[in-house]
């Protein structure tokens, strides 16, 4: 999904009337927003302005689109989490820059081609292929633009389109170039690979105090003592509010009779259902099963299904009207005559009746006072929890707050991501990182929004002190700070160690075999074509050294090094059908040159014309 809406929105080509486009989509709910007529400018190029209504088109086409290819569901929040209004409103940006490009170089575009475009476009056209003013004034007023501005939209659109195409129409790469490229991607080689692992290897020298000391000062700002967080959680439940609750007979029965098919279950039947293909069968069917005892011996013995057959308990309105009265008129146990249907020839069996169930108001009352009671309750825990908030947002007083609404709060002191787990809130309706989320996005004396449990119970969470990150003290860090200078001498001695072995063997004399591993490779190429296993690393090695000369060495991990020799080298072992096709490598090639082109111009122009955003727009995302 992710990939999608990156396709979506950072390609800058803009195509021919985009704004007409834009037409087809039916979601509008960014300019839902902003209320009345008008149409405030959201960003600057230069002395040219992005207007509100400009970027609605683009943003909702974007948006839908990536709604219709996606297989998964992209919510608010998605689109929200992913920015995708910067990316829509960046390209906006790029895309006046190019128009302003191109206006330079004097691309124009007639009044008339785009009037004729507009009265074109299918989306206006009615159901006898006409264009229909209704249909264009209703898209003009949903989006708050007038024709001449559609117009301008449209020209601009065509204008950058006329100018990318013409840098897309430039002569290629040469075939010259992309065989050479070829026969690099497909090269395949063997080398030898001199790995030096000196994990196991232990310093035994002492460390000094003056060490540690110097060392503590050195890495002190990465020792911190994790930052922590006072909360108050503030619970609202029954237990809060005014239980006294009468309801009189009258109020229950009118319930009652309102939802009195809630109450009423209509007869229903297990029914059976068996097809064939011709009335012959279905009769056959019946001559063959008339005595039967057991309809389960029968699907057993002949190896049916049951969930094929098996309709289930249906009430006589869940079927069509001619096969509801076959069944209804069934008794148990018994098999229906033939029946003719589009789907072939049907036999029904009627397995199980179960007797209409129509609940009295006696049987019922005490559940539906049971439920209202249960409502009532409800409903006075959501206005207490609104009182509190009201109050809170209004005096920003938690204990003000908490007076007012005769609440409680439970302190818990020093939270810290790693004890978010020993907090819980009812059985933990939220999860570890849900509530981690919650309390490190709130600022001091913030108050999150409610969190509601399964029992309808309501929590706010106040933070009321953030302890900052510090770097601990010496005493406290002392291991750490040791373990850390340890490991900073390995490293050191790891690494002349390597260096010895790197210089032993370039310079042919007998190395050390301790903590050196030697091997060769069978043919690779520089991608996974061959040879997968391979360390993509030691690969990318390999490929950049010289034919029968040692590498440099490479640090691989802390105390892992790998220098290697490329010993024989083909650019025809790959197989024929594994090997590059050229016509890839051209299309490639084009493409990341004309993205140059278009992304050098636009530096070019971008120290030239400043461009500005506005701020409240953006925030009111």
Known sequence: MIKKIGTSIKNISTKILIALIALSFAVWGIGDIFTGSSNPTVATVGKSKIKLNDFNLEYQAIIENLRRSSEEPISEEIIKTLGIHNSVLNNMINN?????ISKDLGISSSENFLRSSILKNKNFHDQLGVFNQDYFKYFLNRNNISEKELIIISEKALINDIFLKTINSSQGTSNIIANNIK??????????????????MIIKEKITDAEIIKHYDEIKSTLLVPETRDLNIISIGNT???????????????????????????????????????ELKAKDFLKKTKNLNNI?????????NRADVDLGFLAKDELESDLGNIAFNLKENTFSNTIQSTFGWKVIYLEMIKSENNLSFDQVKNDIKNDLTTNILNERVYEKANAFYEKFI???????????????????KEVAINSIKDINIENNILSEEELAKVIFNLNDNALSDPIESKNNNLFFIHLEKINRSVPKTLDLAKKEVIDSLYNKKKIQQSKKIADTIYSDI?????AKQGYLTSSKTSWITNDSRINDTLDPKIKNIIFKTKLNSYSKINQLDEFKYVFVKPTLQSEKHL????????????TNIDSNIKNDIINALLSDIKIEKKSSINQNFINSF
């Open 96 to 100: 006046e820059y190019i128009y302003l």
């Open 183 to 200: 026969k690099k991607i497909d090269l395949a080689r063997k080398a030898e690979v001199y790995e030096i692992d000196t994990t196991a």
């Open 240 to 278: 809060d509010v005014d239980k006294n609750i009468n309801i009189d007979n009258d109020k229950l029965l009118e319930i009652y009779n309102t939802n009195i098919d809630f109450y009423n279950t209509p007869e229903k039947r297990k029914i059976l259902q068996f097809i064939f293909d011709n």
């Open 296 to 304: 389960n011996n029968y699907i057993k013995k002949n190896n049916i």
């Open 394 to 412: 209004e005096s920003n007083d938690l204990e003000a707050s908490l007076k007012y609404a005769n609440l409680d709060k439970k302190a818990i």
């Open 506 to 510: 370039i310079n042919n004399k007998q």
């Open 575 to 586: 197989a024929k059908e594994k090997r590059t096709k050229p016509e890839n490598i051209l």
